[in-house]
């Protein structure tokens, strides 16, 4: 716990709560989310992903 009050981290909820929905869902929910997931970024989503790590190349060789 974060401190003695009872109030825990940002940190310490994600993995509690990651934790329980792991032990209540299986493999086929998460390629499931993973699956809707990927398609609500579509090809749009990917592009973008590629110029942002671009530009961020470009800033390292200008260092």
Do not use: C, P, W
């Not at 003695?4 to 499931?32: C, I, L, N, P, W």
């Not at 990927?38 to 790590?53: F, M, P, Y």
């Amino acid at each position: 716990m974060a401190d003695s009050k009872g109030k825990m981290s940002v940190s310490e909820a994600g993995k509690k709560g990651g934790q329980a929905t792991s032990s209540t869902h299986d493999r086929e929910f998460y390629q499931e989310i993973g699956q809707k997931g990927g398609e609500a970024g579509g090809q749009k989503g990917g592009q973008r992903t590629r110029e942002l790590i671009n530009e961020g190349k470009k800033s390292e060789g200008n260092s």
